[in-house]
């Protein structure tokens, strides 16, 4: 059984609709850590060692967050510079870093709908080259990449019943690394 870590970096997770239902989703998975990066670092003092010991132990790492001005809120910006530090999280010479082979999942909220993240739509682009620095970052630290799960519409459109959708499907997605 694969060992998944959830590094949610939402802003207010106890505020959050979305977010909240994703994670609420997945919580109570047995093979699952929720690591809400708000709540752990109110002060953006982010713990490189803790985190990575954090990391060290799982096998599949879950990068929720709401897209943010086309971007990763802060803190997580935050905990990209402290956690993925060269030699640990990365090299440049091709020798395995620490995170080599583990898998990662890049989870977003959108506010947009779908269609809005389309060459026609009114962002003229799609959510990939937009979050393309995850997947610079990703591939730098050696990750398996896994395709990356979207819930579009958040501030516009998503009915209840489509939040409920996405929330099954992310409980399914997180499930399937259990076997």
């Not at 790492?61 to 956690?83: G, S």
């Not at 090299?91 to 947009?112: E, F, N, R």
């Not at 050696?142 to 959708?165: R, S, W």
Request: hydrophobic share 45%; charged share 15%; glycine share 4%.
């Amino acid at each position: 059984m694969s060992k998944v870590l959830v590094v949610v970096g939402h802003p207010d997770l106890s505020q959050s609709k979305h977010n909240a239902a994703l994670v609420d989703a997945v919580r109570d998975l047995a093979h699952v850590t929720v690591h809400d990066l708000y709540a752990a670092y109110p002060d953006f003092q982010v713990d490189a060692d803790a985190e990575q010991a954090l990391l060290a132990e799982h096998d599949v790492i879950v990068f929720q967050h709401p897209v943010y001005w086309y971007n990763t809120p802060p803190l997580f910006r935050q905990w990209q510079d402290t956690v993925l530090t060269h030699r640990w999280a990365f090299t440049y010479d091709g020798t395995p870093s620490q995170l080599a082979g583990k898998k990662a999942i890049v989870a977003v909220t959108a506010g947009a709908a779908a269609d809005a993240y389309t060459p026609e739509g009114w962002i003229k682009t799609t959510l990939e080259p937009l979050l393309s620095n995850w997947d610079a970052t990703l591939r730098l630290c050696q990750f398996d990449i896994q395709p990356m799960f979207k819930l579009y519409g958040t501030t516009c459109g998503l009915t209840d019943e489509g939040l409920a959708t996405a929330a099954k499907q992310y409980n399914e997605l997180l499930t399937s690394f259990a076997a």
